[in-house]
């Protein structure tokens, strides 16, 4: 074999090689993101049931399960915006966490407090609901941003959550919801079930004004916001509604 092809032969081989060793990599990468994904609905389907059960915290590590761009996320420009996770130390007496003979751990925990869970049939939902929307709070479902009303009380309870690519998990199904489909909280032993109203698409920036909702008076209202679209998140998704009743 001449010179020439041998050198093309290895060329051909060193080529497909790297075909192979890329194309590996990407399995394995989705391999991970799907077990990593599998990870977090298992967990936030375990918490909301030891929530309605009476459970109020639970101890996770700050470096586990992280979502992609959450670095990122920008809900608006408003006051008691993802605050409550800044501090990487954590919270209450177990943080940072330590090992069995008292040496500190590799990674500091976070306490997540609970709020209650939030449920809607209609897209097959039941959350956590967190006492808070921090980085932390919303990798392990919905949170309630601080300051808003409490449950079935007037004013506007507003809660985030992620809209992840997986379907189904956390709120990216989300858009699906409809006008007059019943949106669930249950907290401390009570249950508050408000009724959409609408939901609305806009910008960011606009986002202040919904959560305010001055023109609301004495109504007992509920706001769950996301980012849509999927993937992208450009915009703000909104889901607004009334309670039952009221």
């Given at each position: 074999?001449?010179?020439?092809?041998?050198?093309?032969?290895?060329?051909?081989?060193?080529?497909?090689?790297?075909?192979?060793?890329?194309?590996?990599?990407?399995?394995?990468?989705?391999?991970?993101?799907?077990?990593?994904?599998?990870?977090?609905?298992?967990?936030?389907?375990?918490?909301?049931?030891?929530?309605?059960?009476?459970?109020e915290?639970?101890l996770?590590?700050?470096?586990?399960?992280?979502?992609?761009?959450?670095?990122?996320?920008?809900?608006?420009?408003?006051?008691?915006?993802?605050?409550?996770?800044e501090?990487?130390?954590?919270?209450?007496?177990?943080?940072?966490?330590?090992?069995?003979?008292?040496?500190?751990?590799?990674?500091p925990?976070?306490?997540?407090?609970?709020?209650?869970?939030?449920?809607?049939?209609?897209?097959?939902?039941?959350?956590p609901?967190?006492d808070?929307?921090?980085?932390?709070?919303?990798?392990?479902?919905?949170g309630?941003?601080?300051?808003?009303?409490?449950?079935?009380?007037?004013?506007?309870?507003?809660?985030?959550?992620?809209?992840?690519?997986r379907?189904?998990?956390?709120?990216?199904?989300?858009?699906?919801?409809?006008?007059?489909?019943?949106?669930?909280?249950?907290?401390?032993?009570?249950?508050?079930?408000?009724?959409?109203?609408?939901?609305?698409?806009?910008?960011?920036?606009?986002?202040?004004?919904?959560?305010?909702?001055?023109d609301?008076?004495?109504?007992c209202?509920?706001?769950?916001?996301?980012c849509?679209?999927?993937?992208?998140?450009?915009?703000?998704?909104?889901?607004?509604?009334?309670?039952?009743?009221?």
């Open positions: 074999m001449s010179s020439s092809r041998k050198a093309l032969l290895l060329i051909l081989i060193f080529w497909i090689a790297s075909v192979i060793v890329i194309f590996g990599l990407i399995a394995l990468h989705q391999i991970r993101k799907r077990s990593l994904e599998n990870e977090r609905d298992d967990r936030i389907g375990q918490m909301a049931d030891e929530i309605r059960e009476g459970a915290t639970f996770v590590d700050v470096d586990s399960l992280p979502v992609f761009g959450e670095e990122d996320e920008d809900f608006g420009s408003f006051e008691g915006n993802l605050e409550s996770a501090d990487p130390e954590g919270t209450g007496p177990e943080s940072p966490s330590e090992t069995s003979n008292g040496a500190p751990s590799e990674s925990t976070y306490t997540l407090t609970s709020y209650g869970t939030v449920s809607i049939p209609s897209i097959g939902l039941e959350l609901v967190w808070g929307a921090g980085v932390i709070e919303l990798r392990y479902g919905a309630r941003m601080p300051l808003s009303c409490e449950a079935g009380h007037p004013g506007n309870l507003v809660i985030f959550g992620h809209r992840m690519r379907y189904g998990s956390i709120f990216n199904r989300l858009g699906e919801v409809s006008i007059g489909d019943s949106i669930t909280i249950f907290r401390n032993e009570s249950s508050f079930t408000y009724v959409v109203d609408k939901t609305v698409t806009i910008e960011p920036s606009e986002i202040s004004c919904y959560i305010s909702r001055e609301a008076g004495d109504t209202a509920i706001t769950l916001i996301t849509t679209p999927v993937g992208v998140g450009t915009q703000r998704l909104l889901v607004i509604g009334h309670l039952s009743g009221s």
